[in-house]
């Protein structure tokens, strides 16, 4: 009887968790825009600069998330300049590839592509979280002209043992019931809000949409990341790892942190696979601080290049 009732409110209130978060940030300053972009209809958040920053930052989410993750990161990066947080082909309110329900990594690379070329105009501060963060590194790699820096949350994509290192990883955001949504929270989070337990049969649903699915079904390991592609990562790179992210396969971190060139890392105690959420702060002046090496590199580079 009482799941009656509690189904259909925890179903609701992922939809209200996200209408409240996009008041929040026209509150605080931000501005919501749609546009085309590699022929998908595009929709992201703009946060404009405060002060003398001109660096364009723009955030990627993770799978089965939307802009409105990095709320409470946006307003304390407007010193280092614009910010753009978009949601990712499929997801938000970001439509899809013409005839699909999906879009694969290739297309929302060249979706991101087109974001910074459009829409942004100059080459950004790259900020990426999990699915993010491996679109990110494709973006930097295919178009470095685009990409000043990068910022890597807990990246996903790591190609590791192949596809035997994603098992277990697959199964569990399948979220086929209600031990799996628990245990993925678990994974996700470390200790979960308990407003997320309450938001199960929400998240299932989320997870459970064709973007999702539709994306897993199809990865092939030509998709993913190899060490060879990481030390070819030209632009300067840094990381955030949650000490406590068991969401992506164990090997994931020392991975990422072996291979790619001279990064700089930031591991957050207690914190798991959303650092974005769960320690806006730290991460924000991570980021700035990184951002501002940026700046002083390029000034370094600029009077070498007068001399």
């Known amino acids: 009887m009482l799941g009656r009732f509690f189904t259909p409110l925890s179903v609701a209130s992922v939809p209200l968790i996200y209408g409240l978060s996009h008041r929040a940030l026209l509150r605080l300053g931000a501005t919501s825009h749609e546009r085309q972009l590699a022929g998908i209809r595009a929709h992201y958040y703009v ?94 790699l295919e178009s470095p002209e685009l990409v000043t820096g990068l910022v890597l949350l807990a990246p996903g994509g790591a190609i590791l043992r192949g596809r035997e290192s994603w098992e277990p990883f697959l199964q569990t955001v399948s979220l086929a019931d209600s031990r799996t949504v628990r245990t993925a929270l678990r994974q996700m989070y470390g200790r979960p809000p308990l407003p997320l337990y309450l938001a199960e049969h929400g998240l299932r649903s989320i997870f459970q949409r064709d973007p999702v699915t539709q994306f897993i079904a199809t990865i092939d390991e030509r998709d993913m990341l190899y060490p060879e592609d990481l030390r070819a990562v030209s632009v300067p790179t840094a990381l955030i790892w949650g000490e406590s992210d068991r969401f992506l396969p164990p090997e994931s971190r020392d991975f990422f942190c072996s291979n790619l060139p001279n990064v700089q890392v930031l591991i957050l105690p207690g914190c798991g696979h959303m650092p974005q959420q769960q320690r806006p702060r730290q991460v924000a002046a991570f980021i700035r601080r990184f951002a501002q090496g940026l700046r002083g590199q390029t000034q370094t580079n600029a009077a070498l290049q007068t001399e």
């Open 47 to 140: 946060m404009p600069a405060r002060g003398s920053g001109d660096l364009p930052v723009l955030l990627l989410h993770g799978i089965a998330d939307r802009a409105q993750t990095w709320s409470f990161v946006m307003p304390h990066l407007t010193e280092i300049g614009p910010v753009y947080a978009l949601d990712l082909a499929g997801f938000g309110l970001s439509g899809f590839p013409p005839g699909q329900r999906y879009a694969t990594i290739t297309q929302q690379v060249a979706f991101v592509q087109a974001m910074i070329r459009d829409v942004i105009g100059k080459s950004v501060l790259l900020v990426g979280n999990s699915m993010g963060g491996w679109i990110a590194i494709r973006v930097a």
